[in-house]
């Protein structure tokens, strides 16, 4: 039974309560929670985006390093995506974020797909450490994309080295404790189009329910459409590229993904 909005929020605090509440039991000195980072605007309770639905985007990430001040603490890391821009090297990995979850934002304010182009949208700007983009209607409005998107780690300890080692990423998803618990946020997330960016192939495959190879090459990423469960699913590079491929191949091939589909999200 679809649950009208506020009733829905409800349920989302509660159920959200709950997992942190699991993570706190398994890493009890440094839980690190995700999630939702805004949910009044995840669900578009104000109307900021449409009159009618939300689209709800999902990324799932690898790993959070905490402040050095937060060692052997709890650590809720939503705050830090509500502020991104205090860190000097934002743009590496949360511009991308911000740019992909921008043109979609955009894409299904408007309905138009020109916007599911990187060269087409407007510029990121930052106010009080939070990243925004101004629409380009005559009254124009901040739009903070973040705010609009939810995104779980698979690593839930804190960590605070800055590289990733993807062995003990592998180990983290393997463990029953975190796989239960991603999925019972993904659950109450519900997300529309979910963006895998860590390059775990098992937990892509997972969350999609087929093999990556059943996935669909769409220039630097990989797609998949469910249409039992009307999802997108792409598998894609990590936001922070290395040098692996460019800002525009990155965003303009999860964008082409989004475009190939859009008939069935709408």
Known sequence: MKLPMEKLKSYILEAEERIYNDIRKIYPNSAGLDGIINVDRYLDLNHEISNEKPIKILWFLKKRAFPTNKKNQEFDVRQLMLYVAEYSKWRLTYGNMCSVTEGILEWWRTRNSKYLHLENLPELKVEGGSVYYMTNEEASKQIFPLDF???????????????????????????????????????YINPDIIIFANHIEKLAEDFAGTKLSDFTVCGNCKYYFDKQINKLFIYTHHPNLHGQVTKEEYCNSIFEAVRKNEQNII
Do not use: D, M
């Open 149 to 187: 998107t939810a995104f779980l780690n698979v690593q839930k300890r804190g960590i605070f080295s800055k590289t990733s080692n993807q062995n003990l990423l592998y180990a983290e998803y393997a463990k029953p404790e975190i796989q239960k618990i991603l999925k019972a946020q993904y659950e």
